[in-house]
């Protein structure tokens, strides 16, 4: 591309030379004699050095009364400096401030410590700073690997609709948008019945957007918009279920450590916890965590689902993710295909992250037998009209097939060791956040 | 993966062997002593061959009986055959029926010819077709290159909010949501507000997701929903939107051309036309277009926007998509920065499509100065309160910034040579059209 600018991130083809940098002045020290603005442009951050026994004197009192965020383009000869946090640093030539941030209305997101709704409120310069920069990095990184990973395991992708007529896991939840002449139509909350139709016409596929889910939740792993990705494969059991998501998670954690290890500095990440992150992941069936919970002083009891509590006290036994499977089958959705031996149990598996951060993939085998998939719609009574497209699925050339969801989010809380999801995407949308 | 079957799109690796393949039949050509089941199974196509004389008579007789759609598995003797269309053919020595649609309730898509809205009313089951299945996979290359394209050029993806408090353009094309407790949020029309802010952060981004529009129009360009990809640059103008936009939709077609021949030969696809697509692309201003229109019979007026007809006019001028710039301010919305020159031209550019595949790509560079931009709100009687954190990014560190925003179905439908975009999207959303 046509930039007359060399970007931060590629200082190094350019040691030795003159070179003029384009960004925002992220930081500056100062003495009498010497200065050092930070810049940042988006790809990096560099410190710069200008002497004033080596500069105009103008342009040294510029660099010297720089304020925070101004946008700047400083000239000048890039030089190795091992001490350097990104090995470089920039011996100041000359310098053009594009817009300087006036003293008296500074930018509003100091060094100081800002409360959580103040920096939300800004969230659209917050993302500007050092760590919310690293996540963001992070995030990219998540989502480049999940999708390399299904791309160049012979996965297709096909979008499943935002504009859904019915509801696939209840209705309470669920976001309406008045349609056209009074009709409603629901916002997403999963791909998953389509991608049921869309992997018996391409054999692999997933689907990855945005989901939906209007739950009166604050807690600390809850959006009320949220992305999933969500494979589903033909001719498939549990079992592959359980190799492609422990497949997934490994991919996607070695990504994360090759590319992201400065941003992983940035957030203070215990790496030595991801490097864990190996295969072949600790396997237990519901049975077995039921037990372990138990033994740890939970009063669960057999049949209910496991909530927040249970996951994290669950965790706490293994420094991997930990695979649950064979769930009663009251506590699953109706399209669970049953387990052979034990008919009450369904064929479904969730994946626990280590460390705290909960379920983040929930999958399993679907029912493929049309006139059990018809009596469990009976039985949740569901309206049977708004499934004939998916009972067709089973009328037509029915196969085993299985898939799962994982939610972006919390993957990225866990790789990047945050407390809340609300920093993982650019503008969460909350209970109570909307804004900007 | 522990599949005990093999893939057909891997059939080359197994030439000589005895291989199981898992899918559905698509056809079935037989006489009294041998049939041709063609087997699919989401990853190619492939013509079995079964000798009477060869087989058991029950193996024989279960094959020839096979129904359209039935779910099989097929073990056979992998052999090359020139002539067919993969390079193979397989020999079968044994099949196993998983389900066998019932002859007396057939698969409802027969080879005759069915009208559109019963093919919509059945798109879960459409997908499998062979035409429906090239543009699925055409749609999958075009994404992949696209965000290819991005990641490798140093973008970070960064997504846009789907709820967003304000309208970006009009309010009477938006979706509105109930919230919570009587708020009202609205669907996505574009992350560009959003992606200006992520660009003082991250330098160069992209934000790439469904958007919403509520338009009345029928049209064959039209979806409710429908999917963009949007990248924008900090310290760029209009002519990096030029160089980056006509790279992009080079590097689409050449990633189309080299990875899907096979099912741009399904639709039947004129791949001369694609192999033309080179840049640098003819780049007009608005002035010369109004007069190419108005030498082609158009009745155009200096100042008004362009209709469809007008695209596809122009469009016949050229064998490669044209790039048009410098549109009157008054067709453009408030945000553009205005021509140095000529102030009352808005620094605008679109590219519009060879073959009458219309406007693909709209974009610009923005304003960057917060007298005029507070002007330009001010002028559009747009609130100023919702646009006091976008006006926040002229108030701290702003510089020139510009991107542009392609809509992923047009180019679809145009990489396809498709009549109606409704076929790009798996499930197109459209004023009568909600399900399934």
């Known amino acids: 591309m046509s930039t ?22 992220y930081n500056l020290r100062k003495s009498g004699k010497i200065c050092f603005p930070i810049l940042r442009d988006g790809s990096g951050m560099i410190q710069c050095v200008a002497l004033k026994a ?31 946090a990104g090995g470089y640093e920039l011996d100041v030539e000359s310098c053009e401030i594009l817009q300087r941030v006036p003293e008296e209305t500074p930018y509003p997101i100091t060094p100081k410590e800002h409360g959580i709704d103040f920096l939300m409120d ?12 690293a996540i963001g990095k992070v995030r990219h990184e998540v989502i480049k690997a999940t999708r390399d990973y299904f791309d160049d395991n012979g996965f297709t992708l096909v979008d499943c609709p935002i504009f ?25 909350q999963s791909g998953q019945l389509y991608n049921e139709a ?50 997934l998670i490994c991919f996607i954690t070695q990504r994360v450590l090759a590319n992201r290890r400065a941003e992983l500095a940035v957030l203070e990440r215990d790496v030595s916890k991801l490097a864990a992150i190996t295969g072949p992941f600790p396997r237990i069936s519901y049975d077995e965590a039921v037990e372990i919970l138990r033994r740890k002083g939970s009063a669960i009891e057999w049949g209910s689902d496991f909530g927040g509590t249970d996951e994290t006290l669950l ?43 909960g379920e983040i993939i929930g999958g399993g085998q679907r029912i493929h037998d049309y006139n059990l998939l018809l009596q469990r719609i009976e039985e949740h009574h569901l ?54």
């Open 122 to 133: 800004h969230r659209h310069l917050w993302l500007r700073s050092r760590r919310q920069f």
């Open 54 to 84: 080596n500069l105009p004197e103008e342009t040294f009192e510029t660099l010297k009364s720089l304020t925070q965020e101004s946008s700047v383009k400083i000239t000048g000869k890039v030089r190795a400096e091992h001490r350097a």
């Open 198 to 247: 869309n992997a018996m016409a391409f054999g692999k596929v997933y689907c990855f957007g945005p989901t939906f889910r209007a739950e009166k939740s604050k807690t600390r792993r809850h959006l009320t918009e949220f992305w999933m990705v969500e494979p589903e494969m033909a001719y498939a059991t549990l079992d592959d279920v359980k190799t492609l998501a422990e497949g």
């Open 383 to 436: 309206p049977k009209e708004a499934f004939e497209w998916y009972l067709d699925l089973r009328r037509y050339g029915s196969v085993p097939h299985a898939g799962f969801g994982m939610g972006i989010e919390r993957c990225v809380a866990w790789m990047c060791g945050l407390e809340h999801i609300r920093e993982t995407i650019a503008y969460p949308r909350m209970l109570y956040r909307t804004r900007p």
């Open 315 to 357: 965790a706490e036994e293994f420094a991997r993710p930990v695979l649950v499977e064979k769930y009663p089958a009251q506590v699953k959705a109706f399209y669970f295909q049953p387990d052979a031996e034990r008919p009450e149990l369904a064929l479904g598996v969730d994946m626990i992250a280590p460390e705290g951060y």
């Open 164 to 188: 859904t007529p019915a509801a696939c896991e209840g209705t309470t939840t669920l976001f309406e948008v008045d349609y056209f002449e009074d009709e409603k139509v629901y916002l997403t």
């Open 4 to 25: 007359a600018h060399v970007r931060i991130a590629d200082i190094a083809r350019h040691d030795g030379q003159t070179v003029t940098l384009a960004g925002w002045l």
